[in-house]
């Protein structure tokens, strides 16, 4: 597995010595990640500081989440709480994202699942992208659909409490077969058929707080249940080219955000100092993801 170990060219005096300096990726791993569909990265993401403060803006978050919702259900929390662009727009994240998209860079989801220690629930095997393009080519939310997803750890993530297992080189343009499985004990209610899935390939990927992996949008990944004492929690942020249309008129639901650069495929882009809490709850009824 390649990783991050390979220190990235500098690209101004003293870069070398500043690990959150551009490029924060070097050829080797930009080449690894579109080979293998993933990436694993084993240093800090964010600066420890702000790392803390999101994890205490997250805690926060969770202590005042209703009873009644499932800690894995935070999805885009960032439609009700514009403090979240404060880590969504950060330097650190998007030089980690710019290698793999190019400078202009749009904001399309992001998510915290948080799988509770003891009963946190089963992610099944999936493509991200199946939840976006759905049955109907023509209907697809992105054209073309191409996503970088970075999943920061917030808490320490590891087989024993169900971290993100990937098959790496599954990244092709064809969605596979899916089928239901019981909610009650996974986080999607579908999942791709298990003839489709050889697990002898699988990778865990075991991350630290602060570290993170990225994953193709059409990569095959999932995770085990959390049966152990420890909570398991990651945030996913996930991102486009300004070259990939967001089809607006068909999902009014949804909304993305410019975060680096320019438009170039003639976008509509919210505002992030705005909170959208009507979307939010339109989605919830509706049972609409962003993942």
């Known amino acids: 597995?390649?990783?991050d170990t390979a220190s990235p060219p500098a690209n101004r005096a003293g870069a070398r010595d500043d690990p959150f300096a551009q490029p924060r990726l070097g050829q080797p791993q930009t080449d690894f990640y579109r080979r293998e569909g993933y990436l694993k990265y084993e240093r800090n993401v964010l600066r420890p500081s702000e790392f803390d403060a999101l994890k205490e803006h997250f805690e926060g978050k969770l202590s005042r989440l209703p009873s009644q919702v499932r800690p894995e259900a935070m999805d885009v929390p960032h439609f009700s709480d514009?403090?979240?662009?404060?880590?969504?727009?950060?330097?650190?994240?998007?030089?980690?994202?710019?290698?793999?998209?190019g400078p202009d860079i749009a904001l399309f989801s992001s998510h915290f699942i948080c799988k509770p220690g003891g009963h946190g629930k089963r992610v099944p095997w999936h493509e991200d992208f199946f939840y976006w393009k759905g049955a109907d080519p023509d209907g697809a939310m992105l054209a073309p659909l191409e996503v970088v997803t970075l999943w920061l750890a917030i808490d320490p993530s590891t087989k024993l409490n169900g971290c993100m297992n990937v098959i790496p080189r599954t990244h092709g343009d064809n969605p596979g077969e899916y089928e239901p499985v019981d909610p009650q004990t996974n986080v999607f209610d579908r999942e791709l058929r298990?003839?489709?899935?050889?697990?002898?390939?699988?990778?865990?990927?075991?991350?630290?707080p602060n570290q993170a992996?990225?994953?193709?949008?059409r990569l095959i990944h999932?995770?085990?249940?959390?049966?152990?004492?420890?909570?398991?929690?990651?945030y996913t942020m996930r991102y486009i080219s300004t070259r990939v249309k967001f089809r607006h008129e068909r999902h009014p639901w949804h909304q993305i955000?410019?975060?680096?650069?320019?438009?170039?495929?003639?976008n509509q882009y919210a505002d992030p100092n705005r909170a959208y809490p009507e979307l939010a709850r339109y989605r919830e009824v509706s049972k609409k993801t962003g993942h």
């Open 222 to 234: 999932g995770s085990d249940a959390n049966t152990s004492s420890r909570r398991r929690c990651g």
């Open 1 to 3: 597995m390649v990783n």
């Open 82 to 101: 514009p403090a979240l662009f404060h880590w969504l727009f950060s330097r650190a994240v998007l030089d980690l994202v710019e290698p793999l998209l």
């Open 194 to 208: 298990r003839f489709q899935i050889d697990e002898s390939r699988k990778v865990a990927l075991e991350l630290s």
């Open 257 to 266: 955000y410019l975060a680096r650069g320019q438009d170039r495929a003639g």
């Open 213 to 217: 992996s990225l994953h193709d949008g």
